[in-house]
Nanobody, 121 residues
Framework: QVQLVESGGGSVQPGGSLNLSCAAS????????MGWYRQAPGKQREVVAS???????NYADSVKGRFTISRDNVKNTVYLQMNSLKPEDTAVYYC???????????????WGQGTLVTVSS
């Protein structure tokens, strides 16, 4: 089985920083596009950032210049460095990954369990 486990969420003041991590583990052949999404209360889930296996990145306009997505292809881990956090960044953050499992050669789209980021005074 394959799973994504997130960590790094927490509560910070505006202007603060957090670094989220999401590690894929299990019977993995390859990990392709990985990304971060978030869902704030009363809002739809939105993509925050994504990164391909060859390190091409995309960011939502709302986080450009403040967040940085990166990955470690050896550890099968994706990170989201969040700086200059604003109250509107408050949300549950979910990682997402497209994974080829060695089990039955299955191609999977998986989600992490979610980690809460709260930005408030």
């Amino acid at each position: 089985q394959v799973q994504l486990v997130e960590s790094g969420g927490g509560s910070v003041q505006p202007g603060g920083s957090l670094n989220l991590s999401c590690a894929a583990s299990g019977n993995i052949f390859g990990v392709y596009v990985m990304g971060w999404y978030r869902q704030a209360p009363g809002k739809q889930r939105e993509v925050v950032a994504s990164i391909t296996e060859d390190l091409s990145t995309n960011y939502a306009d709302s986080v450009k210049g403040r967040f940085t997505i990166s990955r470690d292809n050896v550890k099968n881990t994706v990170y989201l460095q969040m700086n200059s956090l604003k109250p509107e960044d408050t949300a549950v953050y979910y990682c997402n990954a497209h994974i080829l499992s060695t089990t039955r050669s299955a191609y999977l789209e998986l989600w992490g369990q979610g980690t809460l980021v709260t930005v408030s005074s």
